[in-house]
């Protein structure tokens, strides 16, 4: 079975510096997507980046990068320039790349704070 | 990008009844899923749901405490039933899309969730 791990449960970040949120997963399996999901206090998973783990080009989405480790099996998340509403619950995934197990499997999260 | 509506937005219940909870897409999804988030904690899914046949429960989650239907390709129901304070949590309606033509891959998008609090 796949797990997701967040070890940090929470971190903080000055307003305009940058942090970087850790992830690890176990799978057995060679092809497969690792996604970064941000939670507001509204409750909205809002889908912040995805990484195929066939590329081996590190996704990045305007302030957000990763570094995705496919051997280590390690999966971070960098956000730059972070901003007040950047304040979230944010969650590792990971999905099968195929088959019916489109299920996500989910991190426990790690809540970032942005301070002034 | 699909958009997802869930009702209701909260409610509060009594120890032994059930509530039933709406999730609406306004296109036409292939798969469905439920997903469970107690307080302070991770999403787990509870079930996939797909149009026409019988919802398929993740390990520890059973038809008759939460059963679903799937009356079309937009809409999906999960009840939970019997509740307990055990099952105060928020509930994720999420929904399966295709990202465009040209790419294999489907985007999951999520509704904004009902927050049950059980008594």
């Known amino acids: 079975a796949q797990t997701v791990t967040q070890s940090q449960p929470e971190m903080s970040v000055q307003e305009a510096e940058t942090v970087t949120l850790s992830c690890t997963y176990d799978?057995?399996?060679?092809?497969?997507?690792l996604f970064w999901y941000k939670q507001p206090p509204s409750r909205q998973m809002i889908l912040v980046i995805r990484?195929?783990?066939?590329?081996?080009q590190n996704a990045t989405e305007n302030r957000f990068s990763v570094n995705f480790q496919k051997a280590a099996k390690y999966f971070s998340l960098k956000i730059s320039d972070s901003q007040l509403g950047d304040a979230a619950m944010y969650f590792c995934a990971y999905r099968r790349s195929t088959g019916t197990a489109s299920k996500l499997t989910f991190g426990t999260g790690t809540r970032l704070q942005v301070t002034l | 990008s699909a958009v997802i509506s869930q009702k209701p937005s909260r409610d509060i219940c009594q120890r032994g009844t059930s509530l039933t909870i709406q999730c609406q897409v306004d296109?036409?999804?292939?798969?469905m899923f439920w997903y469970r988030q107690q307080p302070g904690q991770s999403l787990t899914l509870i079930a996939t749901?797909?149009?026409?046949?019988?919802?398929?429960?993740e390990s520890g989650f059973v038809i008759d405490k939460f059963p679903i239907s799937r009356p079309n390709l937009t809409f999906s129901t999960l009840t939970v039933s019997n509740m307990s304070p055990e099952d105060s949590s928020i509930y994720l309606c999420?929904?399966?899309?295709?990202?465009?033509?040209?790419?294999?891959?489907?985007?999951?998008?999520f509704g904004p969730g009902t927050r049950l609090t059980v008594l």
């Open positions: 749901a797909n149009q026409g046949s019988e919802a398929t429960y």
């Open positions: 799978t057995s399996e060679s092809d497969y997507y």
């Open positions: 296109s036409q999804v292939t798969m």
């Open positions: 999420s929904v399966e899309d295709v990202a465009g033509s040209s790419s294999s891959y489907n985007e999951q998008f």
């Open positions: 990484q195929e783990a066939y590329k081996q």
